[in-house]
């Protein structure tokens, strides 16, 4: 059966009234025939019959076998984190999203988790600061912002034989271009504000697992500490499944005719996406991705923020923004947006330039996308080489 119609034949008919749209059961608790008796849920943050569906959808999705829904991308990464115990460390990628990296390096190496942040791309490079007292390595692949792509299979192997937790968080990828947990992956985790919601219009984050004790571990942790996903964020994210493949088939095309462009553009020093072939990241993604994904992300030669904020704040199509995965094109400057929690220094020897952006492309034609960029390139063209200093900044005369 074609991926797509089993995603949609996954999505049940509300038996009671034959409705096609899943209903929305917004109520908070349940009435029981008696104490502990009931229809399979008695309180929402413990189990919704619209959130149990959207699990039992992504966990499909993943060919996982438990699926669980969050409040946020965050939400979920905090339940997964959760998982470990006081002294336990975890081997993450360096080019990290930052909200992780904050929650990663103020919230859990307070609570006696230590995080070793190394360069996933090699997996010997894995092997090597594996530590006694590593318990689980955390990768993105594609990686947010620079696209750096991680051998998963490989890494996962190493892993086992350590007795080493595998989480990669397939946010970019999406299970329709990448499937983790076929390649070896113990946990898959998303943050479904991005692909899997796809119109910028709700907060979400789903994990999805095939082990039975780690089902069962991430179900108890998500009911105690209580960031689940509500019923109507639930209801959309179903709403959105129906055309996530289309989506993001589309997303990666126009994608791909983004970044053949900007190498052709003088301005540009580096592209940074997998589809290239050129990208050092092409051959393991061939091998373990469909496609090449919605982002793409390019530094300038003149590796400034004043020109990456003038190109940012100059496009008219693209949109300055946080996040990424709908269907309105966006970009932002990793910089001074998404990755500002991250000390420069660490920023800086993790790739993350100060002239980077990183673009989320959209759905609109390829051309008109091309188009923006082209004139917001011209504006750091025409721009005089030459600065004046104004109550201590630099400024373009």
């Known amino acids: 059966m074609n991926e797509l119609t089993s995603i949609l034949q996954s999505i049940p008919v509300d038996p009671l009234t034959g409705a096609v749209a899943v209903p929305i059961y917004q109520t908070s ?25 959207l699990e039992e959808i992504i966990a499909k999705l993943e060919n996982g076998k438990y699926g669980l829904a969050f409040a946020s991308g965050l939400a979920a990464i905090d339940c997964v984190v959760k998982l470990l115990n006081t002294g336990d460390e975890i081997l993450a990628v360096d080019d990290i999203y930052g909200g992780a990296y904050r929650l990663f390096t103020t919230v859990y190496n ?23 007292k590593t318990k ?10 620079l696209l750096k792509i991680s051998d998963i299979k490989k890494i996962s192997s190493i892993a086992k034989e350590k007795n080493i937790l595998v989480c990669v968080d ?41 082990s039975d004790e780690l089902g ?5 942790l998500q009911n105690a500490t209580g960031g689940v996903l509500s019923p109507f964020e639930s209801w959309l994210i179903i709403r959105s499944l129906e055309t996530l493949i289309p989506r993001v088939e589309k997303h990666s095309s126009n994608a791909l005719r983004v970044a053949e462009y900007l190498i052709t553009r003088p301005e540009v020093k580096h ?8 990208d050092s990241g092409y051959e393991i993604a061939s091998r373990q991705q469909k496609l090449f994904g919605g982002i793409v992300s390019f530094s300038l030669k003149d590796d400034t923020e004043e020109n990456a904020i003038k190109i940012a ?19 932002c400057h990793p910089a001074t947006m998404t990755h500002k929690s991250i000390p420069e220094e660490v920023r800086l020897k993790a790739g993350i330039s100060n002239s980077l952006i990183r673009l989320s492309v959209g759905l609109e034609d390829p051309d008109d996308l091309i188009n923006d960029l ?4 011209s504006k750091i063209n025409s721009s005089v080489k030459d600065y004046d200093t104004v109550e201590g900044y630099k400024v373009t005369i």
């Open 29 to 53: 608790t349940f009435v029981q025939e008696a104490p502990n008796i009931n229809k399979g849920f008695d309180y929402t943050r413990t189990n919704n019959p619209t959130r149990k569906i």
């Open 110 to 132: 307070r609570l006696g988790i230590k995080i070793n942040f190394v360069d996933t791309t090699n997996a010997e490079n894995v092997r090597s600061a594996i530590t006694p």
């Open 136 to 145: 689980m390595i955390w990768l993105e692949s594609p990686t947010n912002p």
């Open 170 to 210: 397939n946010t970019f990828a999406t299970p329709v271009l990448q499937k983790p947990l076929d390649l070896g992956a113990d946990i898959v985790l998303h943050s479904a504000t991005k692909y899997l919601g796809g119109h910028t219009d709700l907060l979400a984050g789903v994990v999805a697992v095939k």
């Open 216 to 220: 069962e571990r991430l179900k108890y």
């Open 271 to 278: 592209v940074f996406y997998p589809g290239l072939k050129t």
């Open 313 to 331: 704040t100059s496009t008219k199509i693209f949109k300055l923004a946080e996040s990424l995965g709908g269907a309105k094109s966006l970009l």
């Open 374 to 377: 082209e004139q917001a390139l």
